[in-house]
């Protein structure tokens, strides 16, 4: 048999009795953990040694018991407070605060108080049984105290499974260790090394090495196939900046300045700076007439300059075509939009979304459902239907429906509608437009069938890698 050195390096720090920890099999031999990795699954291959896989579990206080292992048990507080005088059951709850619930039911089923209820108050005095001086569970948590204790190593199991009951009490660390143990004993002499010989035996059936080559992003993938799904449908990109004044995200798409959806539980605003040159002035005050005779309040041009987080992408297409006067044309904004929302399964405060928008003659509510039709047939949904609904700047308006083979429900995918006069007539814009949007990662859930949002963007790389990439 053919021996490399950092192999017989491993051998003559093993023994055939008793098993040896890796940490300490990396002390003895001054090996790298790569090269003692190494070495140990060529002897492995070997038969040579055998590798002992435990699993040990490590015990500490949780908030809660590193409060009672500083100012005591709430039952010792308890305690400690009607020792001398009996006092009111609410004058208690007031000084335990939190600790009462479990200060009074732990004393109670200790026979440490009596709880004696009058016509006016309930009073609580020390009970039948002396309290003793520590308790065991008292004994246990002053052991541990801020140290990491082996599980093994704690005999008093009855208190241990006691805290355990007792909510945030205590932390479980479960630590896996390897060791290593001689198959059998080996002559070192009688072995040859491998740099001594020119023919090394080769395993050729041994696996090859595993390379994790680099993948595209879930979501990216998606964000290429919808650019490239639109620009086959005659479409074209517009971009523009993440931060937009309050005037194109909300004025301009006629949305009163009252409006739930402006207000800081929806919407990122910036301190500074406002917006002075946002639009010209026969956009500013086209715009502040149709609200004040559409939504009958007091239009203020201190609300519209706000700068805010864009809180969709149809400020910039629509900002564009009111500043190109276009007539005809089929253009779309894709990029992140932020909303003031608490991120959970289905919801984040930072997301994607597409927007498109079809300008010209002739054109009604029947070609944009085609498109949509279309758009989804591409991206490799079958089942679509329209639910009619209401947005601020469409009308009439429509919900893109698809159906989830994962879940077996209907979802909404994208809104969509013919844009109002109200928001066209005031940029100077006669042709019809029709609009439909909506957010990608919701898109994204459908095609990958993933439950939770969040999963794509939590850096998992074996989660990333397990994508099935358009």
């Not at 053919?2 to 031999?29: A, C, V, Y």
Request: aromatic share 8%.
């Amino acid at each position: 048999m053919i021996l490399h050195p950092i192999e017989k390096r491993i051998i003559k720090s093993l023994s055939t009795k008793t098993p040896l920890k890796f940490d300490m099999l990396l002390h003895k031999t001054k090996l790298t953990k790569d090269q003692l990795h190494r070495g140990i699954e060529w002897l492995k291959l070997k038969t040579l040694v055998n590798v002992i896989t435990t699993q040990e579990i490590f015990v500490s206080l949780d908030t809660n018991a590193l409060s009672a292992y500083r100012e005591g048990l709430p039952e010792r507080k308890l305690i400690k407070l009607i020792d001398t005088t009996p006092l009111d059951l609410k004058k208690l709850k007031n000084i335990l605060k939190s600790d009462f619930g479990a200060a009074i039911a732990k004393a109670k089923e200790n026979n440490w108080i009596d709880i004696v209820s009058g016509s006016k108050n309930t009073i609580v005095n020390i009970g039948k049984v002396k309290p003793p001086a520590i308790t065991q569970e008292e004994k246990l948590i002053s052991y541990i105290g801020k140290k990491t204790i082996s599980y093994n190593k704690i005999l008093d199991t009855k208190s241990l499974e006691s805290l355990k009951k007792r909510p945030n009490f205590l932390k479980y660390n479960s630590v896996k260790s390897k060791s290593i143990i001689l198959n059998k004993k080996i002559n070192l002499d009688e072995l040859k090394d491998s740099k001594q010989n020119n023919n090394r035996v080769i395993d050729v059936e041994s696996d090859v090495p595993l390379f994790n080559i680099a993948r595209i992003h879930p979501l990216r993938a998606i964000i290429n196939d919808i650019r490239n799904t639109l620009v086959s449908f005659g479409f074209s990109e517009i971009q523009g900046t993440l931060i937009q004044p309050s005037f194109w995200n909300f004025d301009a798409l006629f949305t009163p300045q009252n409006h739930p959806a402006r207000d800081m539980q929806d919407t990122f605003y910036l301190d500074e700076p406002s917006e002075n040159n946002m639009a010209t002035i026969r956009q500013i005050k086209n715009i502040s007439s149709i609200h004040e005779q559409k939504w009958h309040y007091e239009w203020k041009l201190s609300e519209a300059k706000k700068m805010t987080l864009r809180t969709h992408t149809t400020c910039i297409t629509m900002k564009h075509i009111a500043n190109q006067k276009l007539k005809n044309a089929k253009i779309f904004s894709l990029g992140r939009v932020f909303r003031n929302e608490k991120p959970n399964y289905k919801h984040l405060a930072e997301f994607h979304q597409i927007e498109g928008l079809v300008i010209g003659e002739n054109i009604n509510l029947r070609h944009l459902m085609g498109i949509q039709q279309e758009f989804c047939k591409r991206i490799g949904i079958k089942k679509i239907k329209f639910w009619p609904t209401f947005f601020p700047y469409t009308e009439p308006s429509l919900q893109t429906m698809v159906y989830n083979e994962n879940t077996g429900k209907w979802i909404e995918l994208f809104g969509m509608g013919i844009i109002r006069p109200e928001v066209t007539n005031p940029l100077g814009i006669k042709t019809p437009i029709l609009a439909f949007g909506g957010g990608i990662e919701r898109l994204a859930m459908l095609k990958y069938m993933i439950d939770d949002v969040r999963e794509f963007y939590i850096n998992d790389l074996t989660l990333l890698r397990n994508f099935k990439c358009l």
